[in-house]
Every structure is written in structure tokens, then in C-alpha cells.
């Protein structure tokens, strides 16, 4: 017959966040101090996770998000860095014409959540100067995810990681009301995040962590692991 050992706890005993442990794996820039690959117990503030993987880095990106919601569950970190044979993806809003009337219109790039800049925009403003204006909001934001670039009126932004996670990004234009950001005199063209290519090498992932229980593990969808 087999020997059995039984642990028995109390019924009212409970885990607590602190005893589980998440795993996020994701993409480093070269602004980060932390070598490629596993790093126990990611730190709990913003400037610490910047400084390890680059403020504007994909995983420094989720990390981010995940530490404004829970700052007490122990987190593991795989950041890989670009595969040098990549394509980062691109987003181009292009702006046409003269305002006729004054609007505060909000430009999300990325993500409507972290990445959404409010714009005024005032009679007699050019295509240029709007532009100019969302290059300002977007350049001031040091931790978005992306990079952006200005030729005449057209904006082209650009993930600050290669790779497929950034096709489908948000790249929008709204009023107040999440409405269509119509503005007398101005036209809005935008082109869909799309173009980017080749991951990381996905293939030995999870070796450095094959004796390690999760709870939670995060990855971009467009992986294959």
C-alpha cells in the first residue's frame, strides 16, 4: 500500500497575495541596467523598474501597470532584448487643413489608459501647429512605449521595441465624449499600428524557470512560446 502524508490546516486559513508569485516576460531597451533574461523579485516603484529595463521598454511597460493595481504579490521578470533582426511597429496620424473653430481633442497613442494627450486646438491653427502640439504631449511622456517623429503635419510614432507586440496598438483621435474628434477645417488620417516583425528567439523561454511555481504567467499574445 502506498504511504500517504496529509497536511491539515485549519478550514479558515488563507492565502494572502503575498504568498503567490507572478511572472512577466517581455522585451528590455538598452537604457535599462538589468542583463537580458530571469530576474527575481522585480522591484515595487516606478523608478527602479525604469532604470533596470528603460523607462520606455515593453516590460517595463506591463510591469508598470501590474505594480498600480498590486504592489505586494512577488513578481519575476524574463526580459529578452530585440531581436536584432526586428522591425518595430509604426502608428502615422497625418493632419490636414485650417481649424475654423477652437476644440480640446484627445490623442491616444498606444493605449487610452497611460498614453491619451489632451490637445487644444484654436482657431487658425495650421495642420503643422496641431501637429506640433502632439509632438510636444508625446515627446513630454518619457515612459510611453513608443517614440514619435514629425515631418510637416504627419506624425509617425514608433515602438520603442521591435517585434510583432505592438501591431493592433490604439492610435486614435476623440473628443471628451470618446466621440469622433471632428474639428471644423482639420482632417485626421490615420494609419493602424502595423509593420512590426520578428520576436525575440522564444525557444528556451521558461528553462530558467522549469522549477519555478507561478501562479500567473503574463506574455504578449503574439508570442509563440
Partial sequence: NPVVTLD?????AQTGLEDQRVLICGQKTSAGAAAAGLYRDAPRTDAEINELWGARSHVAQMLRAFRKINNVTNVDVIALADNGGGTAATGVLAISGT???AKTIYVSVGSSQTSRYEIDVEVGDAAADVAGKVLAAAAADTSAPFTAALSTATLTFTAANKGTHANGWLLSVLDAYDRPGLVAGLTFTITAWG????????TSLFDDVANIRYQHIVYPAGWTV
Fill in 8 to 12: 491539515i490546516i485549519k478550514r479558515d
Fill in 99 to 101: 481649424a475654423t473653430a
Fill in 195 to 202: 509593420s512590426g516583425a520578428t520576436n525575440p528567439v522564444l
